[in-house]
């Protein structure tokens, strides 16, 4: 027995949805049942009446979710204590943050916090979008860092996680700055002579954006892909090395737009290719039952207050 079951159980007797509870688990509703299924036949009988709706437990069931609640919440709190000696005496905070972010924003936000929060000892743990979200649903982070677009939210149950925003990014297209300071390649490009376009690869939570931008756009967009990494970084080494068009944000290319060696692809006129998102912290609901870690507190009630209307 797994304990990833018992966590998909009490999801599903909460939910009462098979459907929505897979997409707060982050995995297909098929594999969501069979999960169900393996724990059933570990308990050796049937946990859910699926002869009702919405799904409602059976008695066997609901003695379970009792039990898998008591179960979970012990665990938990162990390894919180056993996270706790771990850094004995050292009050670190663990942030969990996709690569890009970790690269531009989280340097310069930590530094501004010197001044009206203090300073601060942390620990990164760079990890693409989904692994990141999934540290701090397993309880590996402190706060979790990430973008955040309405199109595409965090599957983040607001019951059990607090957010705040941070600040704001803007995602948008760039190529190499030629000789005369114009860009080498500039949108939107023709039918018979596409544009060389720098892509993120599949399922990158920046490339889901991008699609977005590119699926919104009031003229039609030609590009050929001929490149495609998961990292933002990756994307503008090749950019500035003149491979072609790249869906940046912002903050990771300020120093190029200042030096001029990065230049936007957007022709003067032309509108609807950028994209605004927030950067959002997010923590899980501190429950009461374990060891809180004071700076990680002090550090929450700072940026709420932050956001606290004026």
Not at 31 to 39: D, E, M, T
Not at 69 to 82: F, I, Y
Request: aromatic share 8%.
């Amino acid at each position: 027995m797994e304990t990833k079951w018992l966590e998909d159980f009490v999801s599903l007797a909460e939910t009462r949805s098979f459907s929505r509870s897979a997409q707060l688990r982050h995995i297909t509703q098929p594999a969501f049942s069979r999960r169900i299924q393996s724990l059933e036949a570990w308990a050796g009988t049937d946990l859910v009446d699926r002869s009702s709706y919405p799904t409602s437990l059976t008695p066997a069931g609901q003695t379970l979710y009792a039990q898998s609640l008591e179960v979970l919440q012990a665990l938990q709190s162990a390894r919180a204590m056993l996270r706790g000696h771990a850094s004995a005496g050292q009050d670190v905070i663990e942030f969990a943050v996709p690569h890009t972010l970790a690269f531009t924003f989280f340097p310069v936000w930590v530094s501004s916090l010197r001044d009206k929060f203090g300073p601060i000892k942390s620990r990164l743990i760079a990890l693409n979008v989904h692994d990141a979200m999934m540290r701090l649903v397993e309880s590996g982070c402190d706060l979790l860092i990430a973008y955040h677009h309405a199109s595409q939210p965090l599957q983040l149950d607001p019951d059990r996680y607090d957010m705040v925003v941070l600040g704001q990014e803007v995602l948008a297209p760039y190529a190499k700055a030629g000789a005369d300071g114009q860009p080498l390649f500039r949108l939107p490009g023709r039918a018979g002579q596409p544009l060389p376009y720098l892509g993120y690869a599949s399922g990158a939570y920046l490339g889901r954006v991008t699609d977005l931008i590119l699926k919104q756009a009031g003229t039609a967009i030609h590009l050929d892909r001929v490149y495609e990494t998961d990292m933002a970084e990756g994307l503008k080494v090749m950019a500035l090395e003149g491979h072609g068009v790249a869906f940046l944000p912002r903050s990771a290319v300020k120093k190029e737009l200042r030096e001029g060696l990065l230049v936007s692809a957007i022709p003067p006129g032309m509108t609807g290719l950028e994209m605004l998102m927030d950067v959002r912290a997010y923590r899980g609901k501190p429950s009461g039952k374990e060891p809180s870690k004071g700076a990680a507190q002090a550090l929450w009630a700072f940026l709420e207050a932050q956001n606290a209307p004026a």
